[in-house]
């Protein structure tokens, strides 16, 4: 069985590496999903953006699979992102925010149960993550919880705790921010996003399955657009 074990895991990371993600879709929808859930976990850490983002998205769709045949073996994955973002852990938890948030998205049950905890590692008076790449992670996470529950952060104020991040020295940070924030519609933020409507600085996000590299200036200008647009 370990063998076997052993070979699965070749396999899933060998195509979360080679193929786009329609086909590590197609091909892990073939396999029970608690037998992904180690290669997804290496997956998520990976030093390589194509393998980081296809276990992401991979992850999100197993673990509401799983949800969906054993709630509470999806809970245990929850909290294995929750302990690996844990001092304690001994570890940094890299790809741990993103992946925790890509399950929220991918079902309600789960969004209702841990939409607080994601919004808590924004809090200094939670589980804060001090790290800015951590933060890139969390905050790119709430952006796409924010695209299927909305209402969940707001009812968990993570606005007010997204606010003070458009101030971050991290540039990056800024821009996930006001994108974050658009998407929620908050009217409070427009003066701070439009301070960065004159960045020219760039950087390569992960949105709708595909890297491409997006301009800060052009993510204000978005985010902006939706906040005038909300009812």
Request: net charge neutral; glycine share 6%.
């Amino acid at each position: 069985m370990a063998v076997s074990q052993r070979g699965i895991k070749q396999k899933i990371l060998a195509l979360l590496e080679q193929a786009e993600l329609e086909e590590v879709l197609t091909a892990l929808a073939g396999y029970p999903p608690d037998k992904l859930l180690n290669s997804l976990f290496s997956g998520i850490c990976s030093a390589s953006e194509k393998t980081k983002w296809n276990a992401v998205s991979s992850m999100g769709v197993t673990v509401a699979r799983l949800a969906d045949q054993d709630m509470e073996a999806a809970r245990v994955v929850m909290r294995r992102f929750m302990w690996s973002l844990n001092d304690e852990s001994g570890g940094i938890g890299w790809g741990a925010p993103e992946a925790l948030a890509e399950c929220l998205t991918c079902h309600p049950g789960l969004a209702g149960e841990y939409t607080k905890i994601l919004v808590s590692f924004m809090r200094e008076d939670g589980f804060y993550l001090e790290l800015p790449a951590l933060q890139r992670g969390l905050i790119w996470g709430v952006a796409r919880v924010a695209e299927a529950h909305p209402h969940l952060l707001l009812a968990w104020k993570a606005p007010y705790y997204l606010l003070p991040y458009l101030n971050s020295t991290d540039p990056i940070v800024r821009a996930l921010a006001a994108r974050a924030l658009g998407r929620l519609g908050v009217s409070e933020a427009k003066e701070a996003i439009a301070r960065l409507l004159p960045k020219t600085s760039s950087f390569i996000l992960y949105t709708e399955g595909r890297l491409i590299q997006v301009f800060t200036a052009d993510l204000a200008r978005e985010a902006l657009a939706v906040i005038a647009a909300a009812p």
